[in-house]
Structure formats: C-alpha cells, structure tokens
C-alpha cells in the first residue's frame, strides 16, 4: 500500500510503499483511510525538527488528524463495526507500571515521557491507505459528519482545554446566573490568540459555551479566517490595527485567554491584561529562539492579586474527542458554513510534498488517501 513518509537518516519525504498491516489480535481494527489533514506539526516534522520512526525502520508515515472507515473487526471487537467511520486517537500508552496516567488510560497525561504518538514518535501514522490498530483508540463518529470529520483531531485541542478550564474554574463562583437560550459560560469574554486552524476551532468552541470571543490575529481585516469568525458571531481583531492594550480595553474583564499561536512574546505580553479570576491555556509550542525581556514583577502581582491561572495542554483522552465530535456537530448544525470553510483543499497524496514543504495557503488542507 502507499503511505507518505518522511526518512530522518536521509532526511527525505515521500511516497512510499509498505507492507499492508494485518490484523493481529482479537481485538484489533482495520481502516481504509479517506483522509489526513495537514498541519505544523507534520511540516516541522518534514523539515525534520522532530519525528521518529517506529523501532527497527528508518522510515516513519506521517499524519496524525485522520477519517477512516472500519473495513474489519477482529473476533472480540465491540465499539466498532465493519462500515462506521472511525477517528483514530494519537498517542499510545508508556510501558511503565509507574505510570499512574497510562495505566487508567490518560496517556495525554504521561508521566515518563515514553508514550508513543502515531505519526510523531515511534509509531507510524495516518497518511497510508490502510490502518491496524486495538479497538479502544477508535473514536466512532456520525455518517452526517462525513466531510468536516477530519478537523475532530485538531479540535480536541480546545476540547481537552475547556474540560481543564470547568475544572480549574470550580474553585471559585464562576458559574454564569442560569439563562434559557444561553449556554453556560454566556457572562464570561475569552480572547484567542491566532486565527489558524486551532484558534478557528477553538473559538467555535468557546462560541458554543456561551463566551462573548475575541480572535486577535495579525493578518489584516477583510480575509477569509475573519469571514468564518464573522458566520460564528466571534470579534476579529488585527494586531495591524490593535495593541494588545486596545484588545483588552474593548473586551473588559478577560476572563480567559487561549493561546494558539507558538508565539510565546506575544502570549507573555497578553498575560498582563488577563482579568480578575482569568485563566490563560497555552496550546502552542514555539520553536527555540532567543530569550525575550517579560515584566515579572507585573505578572506576579497580578497573578497573585488576580487570582488568577496559567496552564498548558498537550494530546487530547478519550472525553476531549467525545467532546470534539459532539461539538462539531453541533457546529455543521448552526453553522455549516464556517466548518465547511476550514477546510479549504482536499488533495491526492501526490501532491503532498507541496502541502508539507510548501507554504500552501488556506486554512486546512486535506490530504485525500483512497
Ligand atoms: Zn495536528
Ligand atoms: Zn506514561
């Protein structure tokens, strides 16, 4: 079968043919592959800043945000049938006893560091046109989502991170006072940092909590990511045309700020106008660059005086990708549109090498693998 794969040693990508995978064990599933999105964390790995194959091959397949569809079920197989369209989680298990996260199943919590992620470490990835793998990392997913499920991956990024943030919040009154036809977090303002594919996602999520959200991004008003914001009813802000302190003087109080950009200047900064009770999610992981000068002073006074947190989330378990297919659900449902407009190319795997190495415009763009 062909897959698309990168060879560190030599540092090559292509496409390549493999062994097609069998099943193995009762309770293993086999996946025609339909499709891969395209993101950074492919490109830094085809550009060879990380990525490592599974033990005793040189070559890794790539591809981590996937649809396939259950072609067969080994004898004990339950969650699944021959036929459902599946989204396959990332990361597998550590092999150690002592791992209290991996042993209960919350690998996107591991201890050790040992895990393993299909398509990023150790094991191969989704861009091929057939996947094994054990039942429990199948995520089933509704036929009608057929042509945005691919973009379930990238959402449990905010998924895993507003579960965190209820979490977190349930240390003070944060609840909003109860309102027919809004939804939970209708009294709260989030800021996004970043208009890419996990910003857009992100704020349709905190949209459909009930948060009154800003994107702040750099690129100019009109374009097409400001379009989808607009269909969602989310507030685009350039940073052509708005300072961080302009940002938080039309949004008041910022309750929460999720971080989807990498670029850690501009989240230090924004961490001076988080509100009172605020909370700030760091998703983005940037590159090593030179060090910057912060105002520790002001960000420990207020972070103290604020009351206030600052986390980060890596991965997603299974809640967050329960989570992520209900909501893009729920999404296609009030705004067919805007998901629809996420996705922006769909591509054979030939044309891969331009998607990976290129700087392909567009939003999210899809590699299509049978
Ligand atoms: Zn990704
Ligand atoms: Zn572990």
């Not at 493999?18 to 492919?42: F, H, N, Q, W, Y």
């Not at 943030?165 to 909003?176: K, N």
């Not at 912060?294 to 960000?299: G, L, R, S």
Request: proline share 6%.
């Amino acid at each position: 079968m062909r897959a698309i794969a990168v060879t560190p040693a030599s540092k090559q990508l292509g496409l390549i043919d493999i062994t097609e995978p069998k099943l193995s064990a009762p309770t293993d599933v086999m996946l025609r592959m339909l499709e891969a999105g395209v993101c950074g964390t492919d490109k830094e790995i085809c550009a060879f800043e990380y990525g490592t194959p599974p033990n005793g091959s040189g070559e890794l397949v790539i591809g981590h945000e996937s649809l396939g569809e259950v072609i067969e079920v080994g004898a004990d197989v339950t969650r699944v049938k021959v036929g459902d369209l599946v989204v396959p989680m990332v990361r597998r298990p550590c092999p150690h006893n002592d791992c209290p996260a991996c042993r209960s199943g919350r690998q996107d919590f591991c201890f050790t560091g040992d895990f393993t992620e299909r398509g990023i470490k150790g094991r191969h990835g989704f861009m091929a046109q057939l996947v094994v793998d054990d039942e429990q990392y199948m995520n089933p997913v509704p036929k009608n989502l057929r042509e945005v499920a691919v973009l379930v991956e990238p959402l449990t990024i905010a998924e895993k991170a507003l579960i965190q943030v209820w979490d977190v919040q349930q240390r003070l009154p944060w609840s909003c006072p109860v309102t027919a036809g809004k939804a939970q977090a209708h009294c709260h303002r989030a800021i996004v940092l970043g208009a890419g594919p996990v910003g857009l996602l992100g704020a349709m999520a905190l949209v459909k909590n009930g948060f009154d959200t800003y994107v702040y991004a750099r690129e100019p008003v009109p374009n097409p990511k400001a379009d989808v914001l607009a269909k969602i009813g989310a507030k685009y802000l350039s940073a052509e045309t708005h300072s961080l302190a302009a940002l938080a003087e039309s949004v008041g109080n910022v309750d929460l700020v999720y971080e989807a950009t990498g670029a850690s200047r501009l989240a230090f900064d924004m961490i001076q106008y988080l509100g009172t009770n605020g909370i700030f999610v760091f998703t983005g992981v940037p590159g090593r660059k030179g060090p910057v000068e912060v105002d520790t002073d002001a960000m420990m006074r207020n972070l103290v005086l604020k009351n206030q947190v600052v986390f980060g989330t890596v991965n997603a378990g299974r809640d967050a990708f329960e989570a992520s297919i209900r909501d893009l659900g729920a999404f296609v449902d009030s705004w067919p549109e805007a998901v629809g407009g996420l996705i922006t190319g769909r591509f054979p795997m030939e044309a891969h090498r331009d998607l990976l190495l290129g700087k392909n415009g567009g939003i999210k763009n899809v590699i299509r693998l049978n």
